[in-house]
C-alpha cells in the first residue's frame, strides 16, 4: 500500500486502552508505527516540539486529564502548522450533542470506544483505508467526516 | 599534466536528481538511497516529464506497475464520477474499456494494492460529490439524487449515511456551524 508507515499518535490516560489499541494497530493489514502519550499536556507538549513528526492521523480520547481531548483539539485547530492533522476522536460517549460539537470543533473522525477487540481491528482498518484515500486521490480533507460505532 | 580527482558518487547523484527536480519546481526531501519523498503527488505527466528528464542520464523511475494501474484506476473512477450524463455507463464496462483490462483483473489489483473495493471507492467518491454538490452549488438531495443516478432520495440518503455515519442534513450542519466559527 505505502513504503512508509503511517504514523499514528494516540493520546489516552488509561493503560489498558493504550494496549488495547497497540494490540490492535500491531493486526491491521497496513503498516503503523504508534507512539503515545498520557494526557492532554503531553500531547500539546509533544505537538509543539520543534521538527517533531507530525503525525497522519491523531486519536483523542475525549476524556483526559490535565487537558481535555476537546481542549486540546480546539488548540491544534487553531495552531496554523498543526490544523491539518487528521483527528480521530474517540470516546465513551455517544450523546448526538458530543458527536456534532467534536464534528464542529473540527474532528474527522468520531469513535465510539468498542468493548471488543475485533470492532477495534475493524474500525482501525476502515480509518486507516479510508485516510489513505483522502491522501491519494484529491479528496477534500475539509469534508472529511466519518462516525464509526 | 596530470590531476586526479577524487569524487563522491553519492555526492554527484544526490546533487544531480536535486537540480532536475528544482528545473520541475518540486518541493522533496531526499531520504538516501535513491528515495525521495515529494510534497505533492505528482499528475500522471509531470511523472512522465521527469522520467524523460532523467532517463538520458541513465536514471530510472522505479515504480510499481500495479500501483500505477491502481492510479489509472481511480483516475478513471472520478473522471466517471464527475461527468453529468454517465447515463450510458456501467462502472465495470467502463474501466474494462477505458484501462484495455478485464475488470475482474482490475478489481483484484485494487484490492491488493488498497485493501478497499473498486464498488467501495466509485460509493466513496460519489458521497464526496454530494458533498460538493450540497455545499457549493447548493443543491438539494432530490436534484442530487437524480444528477448521480440514484434511483431515489432515500437510496442516496441511506449511502450517505452507511458511508460516513451520519445523515446529509447533520452533514450541512455541521459544515454550515464550523464555517461560522471561523468568521
Redesign the interface.
Known sequence: ?Q??ALHILLADDDEDDRLFFKDAFEEV??QTKVTFVHDGLQLMEHLLTPDVKLPDILFLDLNMPKKTGKECLIEIKKTEHLKNIIIAIYSTSSSEEDI?DT????ANI?IKKPSDFNTLKKII?EVV??N??YH?????R??F????? | MKLFIKFDINTICTLFLKEKLEEQNMNFTTLGFG?I?LDE?LSVEALETLKNNLNPYGFEVVENQKSVLV?KI?DAI?ELVYMDDNNNFKSSVFLAEKLNHSYGYLSNVFSE????SIEN?II??KI?RA??LM?VNEMSLTEIAFLLNYSSVAHLSTQFKNT???TPS??Q???K??RE?LK
Open positions: 500500500m513504503k512508509n493489514r497496513v456534532e464534528f464542529i470543533e473540527g468520531y482498518n483505508t479510508l489513505w484515500h491519494t486521490s484529491g479528496l477534500n475539509d469534508n467526516l466519518l462516525r464509526l460505532k | 528515495e519523498e503527488n492510479q481511480k472520478i494494492v488498497t485493501y478497499s471507492f466513496l467518491q464526496e458533498k460538493q455545499l460516513t455515519g451520519i447533520a452533514f450542519r455541521i459544515i456551524k464550523r466559527n
